[in-house]
Antibody
Framework: EVQLVESGGGLIQPGGSLRLSCEVS????????MNWVRQAPGKGLEWLSC????????NHADSVKGRFTISRDNTKNSLFLQMSSLRAEDTAVYYC???????????WGQGTLVTVSS | QSALTQPRSVSGSPGQSVTISCTGT?????????VSWYQQHPGKAPKLMIF???KRPSGVPDRFSGSKSGNTASLTISGLQAEDEADYYC??????????FGGGTKLTVL
């Protein structure tokens, strides 16, 4: 069974940094692109970042470019999102999602809540 | 990367059909045949319902269908059931390994 489990969320002050993790199981992690998607409270989904299966290629949405960095460790079946210079508008549930060969997101974690507030 | 346009809400009675539209641009919806749709129940993670504009993953009922014309993609749900009540999001590929989500549509089954 494919499983994705996010962790690392919590309450952080504006301007602070946080590192999210996504540990996966049930599939060959090193064969898949991975993504981060977030959802602010009561709002819609927002694609944030994508990383290739090897980790050699990354892309970020303009809204987080320069502040967020996606990375992965294929030896530990883990995906990461390093977030810095956090703002109140970054408050959201952050999901990791597996990329499929159909350029869609076919499996999702349960999400981890990040709250940016003083 | 701006959000695509979806109706904020749609509704239908059990057994009826509803269609949710997703209007983008030639850089996303109209530029590629890689439009996906997601269903999200309150407090739950999104679930892939349609990929490649009109294909269904294993396990998704054939009551769900997708299509595209120009810069507008559509999700049609036929034979509405109570469990279909959820939020639905379109998400086309936008090139250069980027994606953009629609604003989301709340489906109410009356």
């Amino acid at each position: 069974e494919v499983q994705l489990v996010e962790s690392g969320g919590g309450l952080i002050q504006p301007g602070g940094s946080l590192r999210l993790s996504c540990e996966v199981s049930g599939f060959t992690f090193s064969s898949y692109e991975m993504n981060w998607v977030r959802q602010a409270p009561g709002k819609g989904l927002e694609w944030l970042s994508c990383i290739s299966s090897s980790g050699s290629t990354v892309n970020h949405a303009d809204s987080v470019k320069g502040r967020f960095t996606i990375s992965r460790d294929n030896t530990k079946n883990s995906l990461f999102l390093q977030m810095s210079s956090l703002r109140a508008e970054d408050t959201a549930v952050y999901y990791c999602a597996r990329g499929s060969q159909w350029l869609a997101f076919d499996n999702w974690g349960q999400g981890t809540l990040v709250t940016v507030s003083s | 990367q701006s959000a695509l346009t979806q109706p904020r809400s749609v509704s239908g009675s059990p057994g009826q059909s509803v269609t949710i539209s997703c209007t983008g641009t030639s850089s996303d919806v109209g530029g590629y045949n890689y439009v996906s749709w997601y269903q999200q129940h309150p407090g739950k993670a999104p679930k892939l319902m349609i990929f490649d504009v009109s294909k269904r993953p294993s396990g998704v009922p054939d009551r769900f269908s997708g299509s595209k014309s120009g810069n507008t993609a559509s999700l049609t749900i036929s034979g509405l059931q109570a469990e279909d009540e959820a939020d639905y999001y379109c998400c086309p590929y936008a090139g250069s390994n980027t994606w953009v989500f629609g604003g989301g549509t709340k489906l109410t089954v009356l």
